[in-house]
């Protein structure tokens, strides 16, 4: 369905009970993303809130999409696998064969809904333009500052505007904007995105490139600035198909070659200058859980600011999941399972991204296998696809298995694994924001083929699984001073997998510590083991697959040791280490800044929790950073 406006869903939202209106006074600088850290963690997703009392003008909505059921509210589905199927169908329908004039008749009706998604530039202003800022101040809004090391306040939710200077082609994304003075910003467009490509297109031709971010309007406009579309598809065409009404665009006033979505709530025009020198920008506590460090960016100059009479400003934060973007990833996850089914993968059944893997870092796929061979098909296949060249470890399942009961998942994951032969480590493009690599935006990914294994892919030294294990993690406690906690649990659902905290104290110490305890009788069985950091508890799983699976450069970070000591009807046992624990220059010989983790200061922390009787929130909730406070190393956003 298509919302009028913001003011629309806001009031689904209520309606539904999905919201909460705060009107204690709360500060835009650090409470605000407090009080929504410990929402988004209650459970659920929580609520989604609009702070009322922001000592600006303009109230402040925060974790509208916090949840599965916000999330189809905001697409206007019961289920997000609804939007897929469609998707699905229609692709069958259009390549389906057209054997007679009827069937060609048939497509008729959906051409003309196709027509009727497609976005529309209207005459005249719009609702987005009913208040003209007489002189542009972008502090006149309350933009939030996030985390207490963020270079300052960023616009979390800008849905930008740019245009291809040679073909005119339009897309629309979403890039932070750190806010640098009432009329500067940071644009924070990564060497990957389509926008950058568009400034890269303006240096070349020496012109300055108009930009336009909107903020609010459908909800359908954010989730579509997000999504892995092909370059050459027009995200308002995605939010028309989603809200099933064509998006309506009107000019900017200053900056006319750029349309922005009519209803939207603030619109924020200028331009990017090639001739500028860039600005140092950050750092800002990302979607990984760890601050994004500083870099060079392009500014943004504003050269008008326009509003709707009733404007709601809409933000999100982003930090240590879970968060409100992980329903976002959920989204995509879900809708855009068709289209690489039908053009990339067509063996795939079924996709998940698991909250603890941040978006790209942990994928897991269930396939249709039919062949030997085929997990690396799709393996190749995925890492070719779009936003799936980011992904740094791949897990593969197949029709006989459900990848979301990750117990069942494991169990046969391990059984189907011979860690010799069916883990693939290779290197490719990564995510700027991934620290872990040696060179920025380049690392190593590993794809771990758990399929059943046809007779040719089945190996001469491929070993067996027992059904029990006879490790004792006190035992390894006692043998080694370093290792502060080990997580067992997987042993007693028949996964040969363990998760090792140690503290490093020499160089190769992590390597040097697989190999002695693959030494040890009580380790047969044990196909792999996952080393964290020893300020984090090994037993706590999901955040030790968080730090893990941030931590790890799989290429450089995996260790396997074959014991020809430890056999089973005469098969030799192999066992693979990987490294997740932070990587220094002293010990590792790593050469790049690492980031802390992103945790609220004592103050903010000490400030919400007096005045939260006041806000209408139920009973007190405790600040979810407390838990990571023993994690950080010092308390700026570099690690020293």
Not at 98 to 116: G, H, V, W
Not at 435 to 440: A, D, E, G, I, Q
Not at 475 to 485: A, D, G, N, P, V
Request: glycine share 8%; aromatic share 8%.
């Amino acid at each position: 369905m298509a919302y009028k406006n913001q003011q629309e869903f806001i009031q689904a939202l209520e309606s539904a009970g999905e919201l909460v209106r705060i009107k204690e006074y709360v500060n835009p600088a650090l409470e605000i993303a407090e009080i929504t850290d410990r929402i988004s963690k209650s459970g659920n997703g929580g609520k989604a809130l609009l702070f009322e009392n922001t000592g600006y003008d303009f109230p402040v909505l925060m974790n509208a999409y916090g949840s599965e059921k916000r999330m189809c509210m905001a697409l206007g589905v019961n289920h997000l696998d609804d939007v897929a199927k469609e998707i699905e169908g229609l692709f069958k329908m259009l390549s389906a064969p057209k054997e007679n004039i009827i069937d060609k008749l048939k497509l008729l009706p959906k051409l003309s809904q196709f027509a009727s998604w497609m976005p529309k530039v209207k005459n005249g202003r719009g609702e987005c333009q009913e208040v003209v800022m007489t002189t542009p101040d972008i502090t006149k809004l309350p933009v939030i500052t996030c985390w207490p090391k963020d270079g300052g306040p960023f616009v979390t939710l800008p849905v930008i505007h740019t245009k291809d200077p040679n073909t005119n082609a339009r897309n629309v994304g979403m890039y932070r904007m750190q806010v640098f003075s009432p009329t500067l910003t940071g644009m924070h467009w990564h060497k990957h995105k389509v926008s950058a490509k568009h400034f890269s297109e303006y240096k070349k031709l020496n012109k300055r490139m108009p930009v336009a971010v909107a903020l609010g309007g459908d909800p359908a406009y954010a989730y579509s600035a997000t999504a892995p579309l092909p370059e050459n598809v027009d995200e308002y065409m995605l939010a028309g198909f989603l809200r099933k009404k064509k998006v309506e665009l009107v000019k900017c006033i200053t900056q006319p070659e750029i349309e922005v979505p009519a209803d939207a709530d603030f619109i924020i025009e200028g331009h990017v200058d090639p001739g500028d020198e860039l600005i140092w920008e950050g750092p800002f506590g990302d979607h990984t859980g760890y601050y994004s460090l500083p870099d060079w960016y392009p500014r943004f100059h504003i050269t008008a600011i326009t509003h709707k009479k009733n404007a709601v400003y809409p933000a999100t934060i982003v930090g240590i999941p879970p968060q409100e973007d992980a329903w976002l990833g959920k989204a995509t996850e879900r809708i855009f399972l068709a289209p690489i089914k039908m053009t990339m993968v067509p063996e795939i059944i079924d996709m998940d991204m698991p909250i603890e893997g941040v978006f790209h870092n942990l994928v897991i796929a269930q396939i249709e296998k039919s062949y030997a061979g085929q997990g690396q098909k799709v393996m190749n296949a995925m890492w070719g696809a779009g936003q799936m060249m980011f992904n740094k470890i791949l897990v593969l399942g197949d029709q006989h298995v459900k990848i979301q009961d990750y117990k069942a998942l494991a169990k046969y994951v391990f059984a189907n694994l011979d860690v010799a032969n069916d883990v693939i480590i290779s290197t490719g493009p990564m995510d700027v924001l991934d620290h872990s690599c040696n060179k920025l935006g380049f690392g190593g990914k590993i794809c771990i083929d758990g399929t059943k294994k046809m007779e040719e892919e089945i190996e001469d030294c491929n070993w067996l699984t027992p059904t029990a294990f006879a490790l004792n993690e006190n035992s390894l406690l006692q043998l080694y001073t370093e290792i502060r906690s080990v997580n067992t649990a997987l042993l007693k659902h028949g996964v040969g997998c363990i998760i090792v905290s140690i503290e490093k104290n020499r160089r190769h110490h992590v390597k040097e510590m697989h190999e002695q305890l693959c030494k040890l009788p009580e380790m047969e069985g044990i196909k792999m083991i996952l080393y964290v950091e020893h300020t984090v508890d090994a037993k706590d799983l999901p955040t030790a697959l968080w730090r893990f699976c941030n931590n790890l450069d799989p290429k450089r970070d995996s260790f396997l040791v074959k014991n020809a000591s430890i056999t089973q009807a005469g098969k030799t046992f192999a066992c693979l280490g990987l490294d997740g624990t932070r990587k220094t220059k002293e010990l590792d010989g790593f050469q790049r800044d690492w980031p802390n983790i992103i945790v609220a200061a004592d103050e903010t922390i000490k400030s919400v929790d007096e005045k939260w009787n006041k806000l209408g929130l139920g009973a007190f909730l405790s600040s979810p950073s407390l838990k990571y406070k023993g994690q950080m190393y010092g308390e700026e956003a570099v690690v020293e």
